[in-house]
């Protein structure tokens, strides 16, 4: 049986302008995702991963090109749409965490259901189910402070998924944890996406990272220059 493509890229091109300079960021891309896939996107610095990243996730147009996600195209939908498709169906996961430092763990993790219209006893509800998945259940009332890195990239983990995302975006959300707390970290994603069968596109410099997903796109010069499955 075929399987679904959850998101298309085609041709996709962006350039930014600035006065006479111009920086062409991605350059006749085309990709195909299958739903359930984790795919990692590597590359040097300055590729266009991150700028790929965001025109998939529907954040930023395309100078050229289409990106259909779950059989819609992103061009289709109007500035209102895309913001409340992404708050429904996509989950973000950043190097940076992005928790608000005055809300406890719980509360940074309900954020987005409130956002969407949940009543607040279901949204602590929804969002305590997703800090025990991630391992935090006792860490609820804990701020940003009180958590270690691996804590708060946990809690933005949770974050991601308490909408159930049928896509899950990370933009190196490994890069600011040490060694084990990475592995610990990855290992949590893969346990999501094999239990959920939730799609996750990952941008990474690292390549054990890259080499958990079950496809590799290497990037450079704002095109996908090669793409291989991982061994293992």
Do not use: W
């Amino acid at each position: 049986m075929e399987q679904e493509h959850i998101v298309q890229a085609k041709n996709l091109h962006k350039v930014y302008e600035t006065g006479e300079l111009k920086v062409h960021a991605l350059r006749g891309v085309d990709i195909e995702i299958e739903r359930g896939e984790m795919i990692s996107i590597m590359g040097p610095s300055g590729c266009g991963k991150t700028t790929l990243l965001n025109c998939l996730s529907g954040i930023d147009d395309p100078t050229q090109g289409e990106v259909i996600i779950e059989g819609t195209s992103l061009a289709d939908l109007s500035d209102n749409e895309k913001t409340e498709y992404r708050a429904k169906r996509i989950g973000f996961v950043f190097q940076a965490y992005n928790l608000f430092p005055v809300l406890t763990a719980a509360e940074n993790v309900e954020m987005p259901l409130l956002l969407g219209g949940v009543r607040l006893r279901e949204a602590r509800k929804r969002a305590l189910k997703a800090l025990k998945h991630v391992g935090l259940e006792d860490s609820e009332t804990k701020l940003p402070s009180e958590l270690s890195g691996g804590e708060q990239q946990r809690v933005a983990i949770a974050r991601a998924l308490v909408n159930d995302p049928a896509i899950v975006f990370g933009d190196e959300l490994t890069g600011n944890l040490d060694t084990e707390t990475s592995d610990q970290v990855m290992d949590l994603i893969h346990e999501m996406n094999r239990r959920n069968k939730q799609t996750f596109v990952i941008v990474t410099h690292d390549p054990k990272v890259g080499d958990m997903a079950h496809r590799v796109l290497k990037f450079r010069d704002g095109t996908v220059e090669k793409e291989y499955r991982p061994i293992g």
